[in-house]
């Protein structure tokens, strides 16, 4: 019962933005699904937590790229259709930080559109935070894609690509740089669909990533879930979920062509960041990066009062990590 006014108030925010969606439907339908998007997006992809956010916030600081916004993401069906004013009205509503770590957010500042595909498909992983007991179906249906009849992905698909077209028909012009940790495992269906498409991986220490997702997952779960959640639980998932990304990546990144594929360390984007990008430009023959590095360097002196959560393993979550993810370290590099 403690979670009824939260389902409550899902449920009436969901009625009071209907008519505003079929209106937005009405109005731009037609002209969204005559959209066009070209060229090929650039995928950011790599497990949650391991920097996929500070990367895609970098390089949307190249005015070549253009990014799904947190507005969009939030409000699909709706967004087109809002002016000026109620976006800032609606901004001013928002947070100032993300709720799992103090990256700052604002309504247009660069999300991931796996949340705009909560709002039309059960197979978002955003759903995990709603729903804690089942986040381990959520997680291979919605990202890994088990057993899911091909029907079912064909409708997905379909809601994505108009998303894209939606975000593209509101940015024209300029290639769409989009950021998401659940394409990870989704390479070979993105290429098939886009085969000029070019991908970044990002990794870090799994270590980090471990402990990183773990809290990701309670505070998701604790603020948004419609279900009690467990640490535990969360414990055993992200040791077995991570792999299962990792392994689906390794294999996937094999339709990849030496120039459709950067990777790269949190780690390096961190030390040498300036260096990191031109290594991706250079890899991916991307043109620009010399007239956008004082935009770079202006990012970077806004962020240097960062400061990042400190999280610690349990020895016990350690040793069951460095069991789990022994191909993973060898797979990246890492020393366990």
Known sequence: MRHLPRVLGLGLGIL??????????????????????????????????????????????????????????????????????????????LPSTRLMDNVSIAADVPWEEELALAAASRYSFYHVSFFPRSMERIFDEAVMFDSVPQAAIRKWWTGYLRFLQM????????????????????IRLLK?????????????????????SVHLYLQAQ???????????????????????????????????????LAEVSFASLQKAPLETLESIYCRLDLTGFEEAVPRFRAYLERQKGYRKNRLELTESERAAVATCWRDIFTGLGYEM
């Open 222 to 260: 604790n603020a948004w879930g419609l279900q009690s959640t467990d640490r535990q639980r969360v414990v055993a998932h992200v040791l077995a979920s991570y792999p299962q990304l990792m392994r689906a990546y390794f294999e996937q990144r094999e339709v990849l062509a030496e120039t459709d």
């Open 16 to 93: 009071a933005r209907e008519p505003v969606s079929w209106i937005a439907a009405a109005r731009y339908h037609r002209r969204v699904e005559r959209q066009e998007i070209a060229p090929d997006p650039l995928f950011i992809v790599g497990h949650w937590r391991s920097g996929t956010t500070h990367l895609q916030n970098l390089l949307n600081c190249d005015p070549q790229f253009s990014c799904v916004t947190l507005l969009q993401a939030g409000m699909p069906r709706e967004y087109l259709l809002l002016s000026e004013g109620v976006k800032r009205w609606l901004g001013r509503l």
């Open 167 to 186: 975000v593209q028909y509101d940015q024209p012009g300029r290639r769409l740089l989009l950021k998401n940790p659940a394409n990870t495992a989704r």
């Open 192 to 212: 098939k669909r886009f085969p000029k498409a070019q991908f970044i991986h990002i990794h870090r220490n799994p270590y980090k990533v471990f402990v990183s």
